[in-house]
């Protein structure tokens, strides 16, 4: 059982840059791989980034260069940095927690990312 927050959302111009957190609650956040989607109006959630428990990360090739996952157990929490932001990145920012040992997932509510002149 885990509850999951994001925060770090808001405006920012065209070419600026975000960092979201996802801080977690609840126990053993060291045995969740964890992930970053994003969902834009009308148009399907999409994974952003992932990172697994054991630290291995994954970028989808849409993803690369520009996003940077990382994690940090000590704080039960996971980051999203992201650079050189597109207009077309706006959209809600879901963090996503998948326990590896019972093999079930919790989400959170989300954050809003608006990117705009």
């Known amino acids: 059982q885990v509850q999951l927050v994001e925060s770090g959302g808001g405006l920012v111009q065209p070419g600026g840059s975000l960092r979201l957190s996802c801080a977690a609650s609840?126990?053993?956040?060291?045995?969740?791989?964890l992930a970053w989607y994003r969902q834009a109006p009308g148009k399907q959630r999409e994974l952003v980034a992932a990172i697994t428990s054991g630290g291995r990360i994954n970028y989808p090739d849409s993803m690369k260069g520009r996003f940077t996952i990382s994690r940090d157990n000590a704080k039960n929490t996971v980051y999203l940095q992201m650079n050189s932001l597109k207009p077309e990145d706006t959209a809600v920012y879901i963090c996503n927690a998948l326990n590896t040992e019972r093999w079930t997932d919790f989400w959170g509510q989300g954050t809003q990312v608006t990117v705009s002149s």
């Open positions: 609840g126990n053993d956040f060291s045995i969740y791989a």
